[in-house]
């Protein structure tokens, strides 16, 4: 916890002034922004967005540059209409709002994607990322979904599954060295017990002098001293994800 009155450190970085490139659909019960490369592709990413929501620019550009890199790429809302946190709102109130959008309890959504995703793009290999809020989803999703064959968790908040590390799929973590919400301690026990219990292969990697949200949430050409960690975060998530899929 970085203090009482801030529990999360989500609002440092920058809001990207991107529009996107793919197009909002229906998917089930929920909204999703989908993007699909120029050329046909069996292979299909799922965008897990952070506190921020779906619709935040920075994370349909993450999701856009999967695209180029030849997945489709789709981001569901994960809140399921329910509103996203604003920088605005009281950071007293953050814990009883997350409360409500449980990074654990995202199985029915994440099936009617799936199926989507099989259904309407083609995707027979899928693999997910996420961001934060959305980096716990990832680790809860490597810990019992069968359909996925990889995931990266993006600074994801350790405590929400600190107890689970036998996981199924090859999984790759990405950390901040300088992260407020996850010390570094967190860190080092993750890989301690990832050691013990896990069967299938992972990777834990910290970058030097990040905060929380350095690989989505900061601009390279307003913060010129993280560009090299920024840049290697982003290629380092498409190496693994070229890897398994």
């Known amino acids: 916890m970085a203090n009482e009155s801030r529990p999360c450190p989500c609002d440092i970085g920058d809001r990207f002034d991107y529009g996107g490139r793919g197009q909002e659909v229906q998917v089930g019960h929920i909204k999703a922004y989908v ?43 994960f809140f399921v209409g329910q509103e996203a946190w604003k920088p605005s709102n009281d950071w007293a109130s953050f814990d009883d709002w997350v409360k409500t959008r449980d990074a654990g309890k995202i199985d029915k959504e994440v099936d009617v994607v799936l199926k989507y995703l099989k259904d309407q793009c ?7 990322i996420g961001f934060c809020w959305g980096g716990a989803a990832v680790q809860h999703l490597m810990l019992k979904n069968p359909h ?87 290629k380092d998530m498409i190496n693994w994800l070229n890897k398994y899929l």
């Open 35 to 77: 993007c699909k490369p120029s050329a046909s592709t069996d292979k299909a990413v799922i965008v897990i967005h952070d506190i921020f929501g779906w619709q935040l620019p920075n994370t349909r550009y993450i999701a856009d540059m999967l695209t180029t890199n030849g997945y489709t790429a789709i981001c569901p809302d």
């Open 122 to 128: 083609g995707a027979k290999k899928v693999g997910v």
């Open 148 to 234: 996925l064959k990889t995931g990266v968790s993006i600074y994801g908040v350790i405590r929400r599954f600190e107890d689970k590390h036998s996981l199924l799929h090859p999984t790759f973590f990405i950390f901040g060295e300088k992260d407020d919400i996850i010390p570094l301690e967190q860190v080092t026990l993750l890989e301690q017990k990832l050691k013990q219990d896990c069967k299938v292969d992972y990777k834990v990697k910290i970058y030097p002098g990040q905060t929380h949200g350095f690989v989505h949430r900061k601009r390279e050409d307003i913060n010129p001293q993280d560009k090299p960690y920024i840049e290697e975060g982003r």
